[in-house]
């Protein structure tokens, strides 16, 4: 059922308002004053566009709730108008905003501008009436809109989506509503005598920003159209008339899980319930179910417009459980009692951190983390790290720079703090270089030597982390009998075949020097300390 009346909304009143004020100024000389003040309303109708549109998602919403209480059978027609309306004027926005970006590229020739951003760095963004290179342009709008047709094109559109949605409204309604909607395209001008249609009057000779701004204000009158047909479906769905084939107690719980000190929030209502008659409801804590017999022991609720609230402490600790009745008055005006009941979880705000692998954290490297605590939606922060992974598994990069700082690392939860941990930052140590399996100094036998034909880097067992290190480069040198030969460089892990064959021909007690080793990781690459073994 529709409203009696449909009186001009203040959105209404001020875009006439701002329109009137464009009107007046398309009869002066386009001044730098002028061009700012199309800006300023510019601005003024998106914002009011943008806050139209917000109101109109929250109908949206209602509708889905009302489809949850009520029943898809009791609202069937009105929500699928509503999605019917919500599909065709995005589809006629959409329309409008593609429209204002080819506008835009007809006369600046592209549909982004470089601005600064805060930082100071240039970036690109979309064009608008005050970022425009060449908002002052008188031809170029009427060109596009006039000659190439676009305005009569957008009219017929305007047309045809005012027509579509006033046929979601009974027929005695529409004359009404079709003039409350606005979106009056058909009106013809009279200018110095001659007859103008719409498009002309609105597009033919005006400024870029004029002509730019005109749009935006279609937008938003297209959204209000969108608005006062919403409230008229919203208006059609009656719950006088319901007749209730199944109604139950429900109770809906802010959170099941509450900290020591806080409370435990809940609302309770009757699934499909009636705003104009609040029932009585009673509860008592520590109890699965509650009888009408019980209802002297229990507390009593107060509430207003069909909704009743439940708060409890929470100064224990564990689950705790309660239920309790709600009491409605039937259509023969007898009482009805419809039972509720929950229960919830009280713990202390705690969270443990645990390194993976050791208690620090190591720079240029993935440091495993776990984090547990009462739920997995929680936030983990580190600051001045990299942080990747989620349900309590994570990954944290320190950089280089934090060598030798710690990082206080929080969890969080529905913004509480959970709890929180220091962390040393070290450097990764350097691997130890080893020949083979393992040879570093001694005494060793050329046929030893020659089994082990490579140089491994290992961090050893003492390092938990699993960090693979590679070899890029090092220098053999030779000494025997005092007598030191030239370095021998070998690329890769692996000795060269020229110092495998100098092995093989040097004497007994020759040193055999192994330096310049070079090794790569995710941790960097790193110069390792050199070794020696004496050929026996």
Same mark, same amino acid.
């Given at each position: 059922?529709g409203?009696?009346?449909?009186?001009?909304?203040?959105?209404?009143?001020?875009?006439?308002?701002?329109?009137?004020?464009?009107?007046?100024?398309?009869?002066?000389?386009?001044?730098?004053?002028?061009?700012?003040?199309?800006?300023?309303?510019?601005?003024?109708?998106?914002?009011?566009?943008?806050?139209?549109?917000?109101?109109?998602?929250?109908?949206?919403?209602?509708?889905?709730?009302?489809?949850?209480?009520?029943? +898809?059978?009791?609202?069937?027609?009105?929500?699928?108008?509503?999605?019917?309306?919500?599909?065709?004027?995005?589809?006629?926005?959409?329309?409008?905003?593609?429209?204002?970006?080819?506008?835009?590229?007809?006369?600046d020739?592209?549909?982004?501008?470089?601005?600064?951003?805060?930082?100071?760095?240039?970036?690109?963004?979309?064009?608008?009436?005050?970022t425009?290179?060449?908002? +002052?342009?008188?031809?170029?709008?009427?060109?596009?809109?006039?000659?190439?047709?676009?305005?009569?094109?957008?009219?017929?559109?305007?047309?045809?989506?005012?027509?579509?949605?006033?046929?979601?409204?009974?027929?005695?309604d529409?004359?009404?509503l079709?003039?409350?909607?606005?979106?009056?395209?058909?009106?013809?001008?009279?200018?110095?005598g001659?007859?103008?249609?719409?498009?002309?009057h609105?597009?033919?000779?005006i400024?870029?920003?004029?002509?730019?701004?005109?749009?935006?204000?279609?937008?938003?009158?297209v959204?209000?159209? +969108?608005?006062?047909?919403?409230n008229?479906?919203?208006?059609?769905?009656?719950?006088?008339?319901?007749?209730?084939?199944?109604?139950?107690?429900?109770?809906?719980?802010? /959170?099941?899980?509450?900290?020591?000190?806080?409370s435990? +929030?809940?609302?309770?209502i009757v699934?499909?319930?009636?705003?104009k /008659?609040?029932?009585?409801?009673?509860y008592?804590?520590?109890?699965?179910?509650?009888?009408?017999?019980q209802?002297?022991?229990?507390?009593?609720l107060?509430?207003?417009?069909?909704?009743?609230?439940?708060?409890?402490?929470?100064?224990?600790?564990g689950?705790?459980?309660?239920?309790?009745?709600?009491?409605?008055?039937?259509p023969n005006?007898?009482?009805?009692y419809?039972?509720?009941?929950?229960?919830?979880?009280?713990?202390?705000?705690?969270?443990?951190?645990?390194?993976d692998?050791?208690?620090?954290?190591?720079?240029g490297?993935?440091n495993?983390?776990?984090? /547990?605590?009462?739920?997995n939606n929680m936030?983990?922060?580190?600051?001045?790290?990299?942080?990747?992974?989620?349900?309590g598994k994570?990954?944290v990069?320190?950089?280089?720079?934090?060598?030798?700082?710690?990082?206080n690392?929080?969890?969080?939860?529905?913004?509480?703090?959970?709890?929180?941990?220091?962390?040393r930052?070290?450097?990764?140590?350097?691997?130890?270089?080893v020949?083979?399996?393992?040879?570093?100094?001694?005494?060793?036998?050329?046929?030893e030597?020659?089994a082990?034909?490579?140089?491994?880097?290992?961090?050893?067992?003492?390092?938990?982390?699993?960090?693979?290190w590679g070899?890029? /480069?090092?220098?053999?040198?030779?000494?025997?009998?005092?007598?030191e030969?030239?370095?021998?460089?070998?690329?890769?892990?692996?000795?060269?075949?020229?110092v495998?064959?100098?092995?093989?021909?040097?004497p007994?007690n020759?040193?055999?020097?192994?330096?310049?080793?070079?090794?790569?990781?995710?941790?960097?690459?790193?110069?390792?300390?050199?070794f020696s073994?004496?050929?026996?």
């Amino acid at each position: 059922m529709g409203a009696t009346n449909c009186p001009e909304t203040p959105r209404q009143k001020m875009i006439q308002m701002m329109y009137l004020v464009y009107t007046a100024m398309l009869a002066l000389n386009v001044s730098a004053d002028i061009l700012n003040a199309f800006i300023v309303v510019d601005d003024t109708l998106q914002t009011s566009t943008r806050n139209a549109t917000h109101q109109n998602s929250n109908d949206y919403n209602w509708f889905e709730q009302q489809k949850l209480l009520l029943g +898809e059978a009791k609202i069937h027609d009105a929500y699928v108008s509503a999605q019917s309306l919500k599909k065709q004027t995005n589809e006629m926005v959409s329309y409008i905003e593609n429209l204002k970006k080819d506008l835009i590229m007809y006369v600046d020739g592209d549909t982004l501008v470089e601005v600064k951003g805060p930082d100071g760095k240039k970036t690109k963004v979309a064009a608008t009436v005050a970022t425009m290179k060449s908002k +002052e342009n008188f031809d170029k709008p009427s060109d596009y809109m006039i000659n190439k047709g676009h305005g009569k094109e957008l009219k017929n559109k305007i047309l045809a989506y005012k027509k579509n949605i006033l046929k979601m409204v009974k027929a005695a309604d529409r004359e009404r509503l079709s003039k409350a909607i606005g979106l009056d395209v058909e009106q013809k001008y009279n200018k110095e005598g001659a007859t103008q249609t719409w498009e002309e009057h609105n597009f033919d000779h005006i400024i870029a920003a004029a002509a730019i701004t005109l749009l935006n204000k279609e937008v938003g009158e297209v959204r209000n159209a +969108e608005s006062l047909i919403l409230n008229y479906l919203k208006q059609s769905i009656s719950a006088d008339d319901f007749k209730f084939d199944h109604v139950e107690g429900r109770a809906i719980p802010k /959170s099941q899980i509450v900290f020591s000190g806080d409370s435990y +929030e809940a609302d309770i209502i009757v699934a499909a319930y009636d705003t104009k /008659s609040t029932p009585e409801v009673y509860y008592k804590t520590g109890v699965d179910t509650l009888t009408e017999e019980q209802l002297g022991g229990a507390t009593k609720l107060e509430g207003e417009n069909g909704l009743v609230k439940l708060k409890l402490g929470a100064g224990g600790l564990g689950e705790m459980k309660y239920a309790g009745l709600i009491k409605v008055i039937g259509p023969n005006g007898e009482p009805k009692y419809y039972g509720f009941k929950d229960k919830y979880m009280v713990m202390k705000p705690s969270a443990t951190i645990a390194a993976d692998k050791m208690n620090v954290l190591y720079a240029g490297i993935n440091n495993p983390i776990s984090v /547990s605590g009462p739920s997995n939606n929680m936030s983990v922060s580190f600051p001045g790290c990299s942080v990747s992974g989620s349900s309590g598994k994570y990954n944290v990069s320190v950089p280089v720079s934090m060598i030798g700082k710690t990082v206080n690392a929080t969890v969080s939860m529905d913004g509480r703090s959970m709890g929180s941990t220091v962390f040393r930052v070290k450097k990764v140590p350097n691997p130890r270089a080893v020949l083979g399996a393992g040879i570093r100094g001694g005494k060793r036998a050329k046929g030893e030597l020659l089994a082990n034909p490579v140089i491994r880097a290992t961090m050893g067992e003492d390092f938990a982390y699993d960090l693979k290190w590679g070899v890029s /480069s090092f220098r053999v040198i030779f000494v025997s009998k005092g007598m030191e030969d030239p370095a021998m460089a070998c690329q890769g892990g692996a000795l060269s075949e020229a110092v495998k064959a100098k092995i093989q021909r040097s004497p007994a007690n020759t040193v055999i020097y192994f330096t310049d080793i070079k090794a790569s990781s995710e941790a960097g690459t790193r110069t390792l300390d050199e070794f020696s073994v004496r050929i026996r």
